[in-house]
């Protein structure tokens, strides 16, 4: 698990998923080179995932 120490206190993420407030909040697809989120979620969350869509250079899928 990769803590964001610089720019998120409360961001983490691995290979395969996005983690916010230590909450399984987006999946990694590495092969398609996108970020999923299943749910809808608050400003901050949603800033979280898409800091490490653009650090991967990833686009973002929303499914809500």
Do not use: C, G, P
């Not at 230590?22 to 999923?36: F, P």
């Not at 989120?37 to 400003?43: D, F, L």
């Not at 969350?45 to 973002?60: E, M, V, W």
Request: aromatic share 18%; charged share 20%.
């Amino acid at each position: 698990m990769i803590q964001q120490k610089k720019y998120f206190q409360n961001l983490e993420y691995n290979d395969r998923y996005i983690f916010s407030y230590n909450t399984n909040v987006a999946t990694i697809d590495h092969d398609k080179r996108q970020v999923i989120v299943k749910n809808w979620y608050s400003v901050t969350t949603s800033k979280h995932i898409n800091y490490i869509a653009n650090l991967l250079n990833y686009q973002t899928i929303k499914l809500y």
